[in-house]
C-alpha cells in the first residue's frame, strides 16, 4: 500500500493539459483559459463623469455661480466643443469630459435654467472624474491562463473587447463499469445483482467539474470484452470502476494486461477505498476505482477532482477544504487515511461542526449522500476531543 | 430608498418556480429535484458479505477447525442451496449469505486447500455481515424535492432504480442591455462608446446558477424599441441592464411604461447599484438592473442569484456567506448596504482574512473580477477593526 499523496502526487505526473480549443466569449463560463486575455483597449477610453451633473472649470464654480449651458456629454455622445471660461456641459455618468472642463458639479448641487445653471456647492478639483484609464489599459493582461472563468472574468473579457476566448478542450472522460452482477437503472436486475450507480455517479462528478464524460456499455466479468470497451478510445482519461479489489472477480488489471496495460500502482492506505488501479492502456491514463459505490466516489473526489483540474490545465489542482470543529470526540486513526463522512452544522462565530456519522459502512450510498462533507483523517492521527478543528471537503458545494 | 432586504423578499414573492420536466437520470445532475424519489427496491436486497472470505456458522468457525467448501456465493451469483454444519461457501464482497451462514471468516484468516478450508482465527457471529436493507428500504424516500442534485444524488437516484428523474424546468431567463453607447464585443464602436459587457457576464451569472440566458440584441436607446425587445416573450424572468438611474438618457422604465409596466419599487438603500427596477410586464417579472457593470453584477449577486434559486424551486434561496476577519479597519457605514470587493487570504487556524481592495469605484471591473469575496456591511454597520468578524460572499466558488 503506498500514501494517499504519493498516489495523488503519481498521478498528476502522469497527465497533461488537453489541447486549446477556440470558443465564444458565451460558451466561455467555467472554461479554463489555455492563453492570458489582453485588453484591446483602455477602460475608459477617456476621462469620464462619475455622476449626473455639470462638466465644468473648478475655477468657475463658486458657490452663488452662475455659468452658461454650453450643450451635452452623454455617455456615448461626447460633447465636441471645447469648454471655454464661465461654461458649463451638462454630462452624465459615463459621459467624456469635454476639454477644458476639470471637475464635475453635481445636479443635486445645481439648479438648472433655460441656458444656465446655478452652482448652489463649491465644487472641488478633479471630483467626480474617472481618469482615461483606470479600470484597464489597452495590453494588460485581463485574465492569465490557467483560470476558470468565472461569471464576473466573462464581463471582463466582453469589456475587453473578446468575442472568443481560447481555452483548454473539455477532457474526455470514458467510464467503464464492470461486472457481472450489475444493470443499467429500470434494465431488468440478474438475480442477486444490483443496479449500476457507478458509472453515473462518476460522469456528474465530471460533468462537476467540467469534463465530458462518455459512458461505456457495461462490461461482464469477461477479460476479452473489458479490454476491447477499454480501447474504444479516443479517451484522455479511463476511469474503470469494479474490479480493482484482491478478489477471484477482479479481472479489469488481467483485462487490460491482455492489452499492453502497464499498472504503476494499485493499492493506497486508503478508507473506504483501498483497492484502486492507475497506469496506462498505451497512450491512455487509466484510473481504476474500487466498484462500492462510496468507495468509488469517495476515491473519485480524492483522485479524479485533482486529475480533472490538472487535464483541464487549471493552475491549482488542489480540491478546496475548510476548516470545521470536530462535533464529536474522533478516535486514533489507523495506519489508512480516512474520509468520515459528515455533516456540517453552523456553530457559534460562523464556524462549522462537522459530526460524522455514526456508521461510517462503504456500502452505505444514502449516508453518503446525505453528507455534506468529508472529514479528512490522516494516516496515524491521533484522537481528537469534540471541538478540535478538522479538515473537511465540502461535497455540495462542488456539486459532488 | 427602500432597504435591501425588503427589495430582496418583494422580488422573490413575485416570483413562483418553473414547472416540472422529466429529463434521463444522465442529465439530471446540478438539476433541481420538483417531485421526491423513493427507493425502487431495497438495498442491500439481502444479507450481504462486507468483505471476501467464507459465509459458514460461527458455532463451527473456532481457531484450527476445518470446514467443507460447498460452493460459491459471488457478488451477482448467490449460492443457491442452504449451508449445512461444518460447511463454508467461498463468497466475495457484496455476494449473498447463504441460508444456513450466520458469519464471515475472512480470507485472510482462512486457509483454503482442495474442498476445504481452515479457520485460523475463530470467527465472531454476524461479523462482516451488511444486513438486508443497511442502505435503503423500498420505498423509502432518498432524495426531496427542492434538493439541487450532486453527483452523490445521482449516484443514490441510480442505486434506488430510477432511470428517468422529474426537475424543475430551467428558468428562461431573456437579458436586454440598453443603450446608444454599447457594442457587442468585436463589433465596430460607436465614438466615445464602451463595449457591452454586462449581458455576457450576467448570461454566465445565470448558467453558473442553471438558469438558460438568452441574450437579446442590443436595444438602442428608443421606448419603441426596447418595448418590442422586452416583449419578445417566453421568459420566465426579464433582466434589463442600463437605463435604471434617473439620467435623462434613462429610458427602461418610460419604454416599459408603454406596455403595461407595473413598477414595485426602483431605489434600494444599497451601494453599488441603488437605481434598481422591479415590476411586471404583463405576466413577465422585470428586474432592471443598473448599466455600471460592477453596480449590475453585484446587484445580480444579490437579487439574480435567489431569484433563481427560487425559479427553480430550491428549497432555500439564500446564497451562502461565510464568516471572515477583516484584513484592515472598516469605517463606519452609511445608510447604503455596501458590497466592498475584497481578497480572501488564508489566515491562521483556518480563518479566512478578507481585505477589501483600497479603491471600490464602481466602474472597476477588473477589480471586481479579481476579488474573491463581497465583504457585506449592513447599513449604518458601526467602525470595525482588523481581526474583527466579517460576513463575505465568496464569488468564485459560486462560479459567479
Known sequence: MIPLDEARARILAGLAPTGPETVPLAAGWNRVLARPIAARLTQPPADVSAMDGYALRAADAVEGATLRLAGAS????????????????????????????DSILLQEDATAAEGHVRVNETVMLGRHIRRRGL????????????????????GLAAAGNH???????????????????????????PEGGIVSSNAHALAALVASCGGEASILPI??????????????????????????SVGEHDLVQKALGRDGFVLDFWQIAMRPGKPLIWG???????????????????????????????????????????????GVDLPANDKRAD?????????????????????????????????DALVLRAPFAPKLAKGEPVEVIALAALGV
Not at 137 to 150: F, M
Not at 292 to 321: E, H, I, M, Y
Request: aromatic share 4%; hydrophobic share 50%; glycine share 14%.
Open 339 to 371: 474520509h468520515l463522512r459528515a455533516t456540517l452544522t453552523p456553530g457559534e462565530g460562523g464556524v462549522w461542526i462537522a459530526t460524522p456519522a455514526a456508521r461510517q459502512d462503504s456500502s452505505m450510498l444514502a449516508v453518503l449522500a446525505g453528507a
Open 163 to 189: 468575442p472568443w476566448l481560447t481555452v483548454h478542450r473539455r477532457p474526455r472522460i470514458g467510464i467503464l463499469a464492470t461486472g457481472d452482477e450489475i444493470a443499467l437503472p429500470g434494465e431488468k436486475l
Open 280 to 326: 496506462k492502456l498505451g497512450a491512455v491514463p487509466v484510473l481504476g476505482l474500487p466498484g462500492n459505490p462510496v468507495s468509488a466516489l469517495v476515491c473519485a473526489v480524492v483522485f479524479l477532482l485533482p486529475a480533472l483540474a490538472k487535464l483541464q490545465g487549471l493552475a491549482d489542482t488542489a480540491t478546496p477544504t475548510l476548516r470545521a470543529l470536530a
Open 74 to 101: 452623454p455617455a456615448g455622445k461626447p460633447y465636441a466643443g471645447t469648454l471655454g471660461a464661465g461654461e458649463a456641459v451638462r454630462i452624465f455618468t459615463g459621459g467624456f469630459v469635454p476639454a477644458g472642463a
Open 219 to 244: 462490461a461482464p466479468d469477461d477479460p476479452a470484452e473489458i479490454a476491447a470497451l477499454a480501447s474504444s478510445g479516443g479517451f484522455d482519461l479511463l476511469v474503470t470502476t469494479g474490479g480493482a
Open 135 to 154: 479600470d484597464f489599459a489597452e495590453g494588460a493582461e485581463l485574465l492569465g491562463a490557467g483560470r476558470r472563468l468565472t461569471a464576473r472574468d466573462i
